[in-house]
């Protein structure tokens, strides 16, 4: 039994859930197929406990899901014995952190919008430590170094296709002094220039546009069927992943990307920013 299951394996518990609703079986009738205890099915739906690739197959089968490939996912994420980088933090730092380090090490691609600060994946050491340094309660000096590391880490772990857009106001606003907002700005500029991101800006002089006043990820799965939208919440990452939720999201941050600026005009931008400060 599993004391504190990951994200990860929580989302594959969902689907399985998902999969025997749709299907319109209960627990006790998907437990009579496996030839095991209802309480046994409880588990692995609530993530407490694992299952084996022949045994999700089987429940696949009787759940009349023909769609190949997302068995095939399902069975990677069952499999998965991964121990990530991002190990080393558990007990040190909240489990939302290990959660987010996790999904990011499995993305296939990622899109961001960004209102108020520039992204995790984005930020300068000085810009993230100025960041957390405003966190109430208080951070430790410890706890504050944690943070900072962690991050650095994730950046450097970052290998997938990233496409973030960020509205004007974020690029403004000071996180800490002129100088270190200075240094975020043109580190944004070089980021730029790499292959596998693409930097895009929204103006505040843009007219009725409320969309960009959402601030999420989109990270892409396997599949569509198992994206996740993160969104930022008062004591972590919220991670959303329903059908009805990715869409709406989807369709968010095709809204958001339709009227920013083209990447060039971005950089522009920024730059432009910089020489003001």
């Known amino acids: 039994m599993r004391r504190e299951p990951t994200a990860r394996q929580l989302r594959l518990a969902t689907e399985l859930r ?3 609703e749709a299907a319109g079986f209960t627990s006790r009738q998907a437990a009579a197929l496996l030839g095991v205890s209802p309480a046994q099915i409880t588990h692995i739906e609530s993530a407490l406990a694992g299952v084996s690739e022949q045994r999700l197959r089987r429940l696949a089968s009787h759940y009349a ?9 399902l069975v990677a994420m069952a499999t998965d014995r991964t121990r990530g980088w991002w190990e080393e933090y558990r007990g040190l730092l909240p489990t939302s952190f290990l959660d987010l380090a996790e ?4 993305a ?3 899109r961001s919008v960004a209102i108020l600060y520039v992204p995790g994946l984005f930020q300068t050491e000085d810009y993230a430590r100025a960041v957390f340094s405003s966190r109430l ?3 430790t000096r410890e706890e504050l170094e944690l943070r900072v590391h962690h991050r650095l880490t994730r950046q ?3 290998t997938f296709p990233h496409t973030v857009v960020i509205h004007e106001v974020a690029l403004r606003i000071r996180a800490g002094d002129r100088v270190t907002t200075r ?5 944004l500029l070089e980021l730029s220039e790499a292959d596998r991101i693409t930097l895009r800006v929204v103006p505040l002089d843009l007219d009725s546009f409320a969309d960009a006043a959402s601030t999420m990820s989109y990270v892409g799965g396997l599949m569509p069927k198992l994206d996740t939208v993160v969104r930022d919440a008062p ?6 992943d329903s059908e009805a939720q990715l869409h709406s999201y989807r369709t968010c941050f095709r809204r958001v990307e339709a009227v920013s600026l083209e990447p060039e005009r971005s950089r522009e931008f920024i730059h432009q920013l910089t020489k003001e400060l």
């Open 103 to 106: 999904l990011e090490h499995h």
């Open 108 to 110: 296939t691609f990622q």
């Open 137 to 139: 309660p208080e951070l």
């Open 183 to 187: 240094s975020q700005l043109k580190w």
């Open 235 to 240: 004591h972590g990452s919220l991670l959303l």
């Open 18 to 20: 998902r999969l025997r």
């Open 65 to 73: 899901c023909t769609d190949e490939k997302f068995v095939d996912a």
């Open 156 to 158: 450097s772990r970052a």
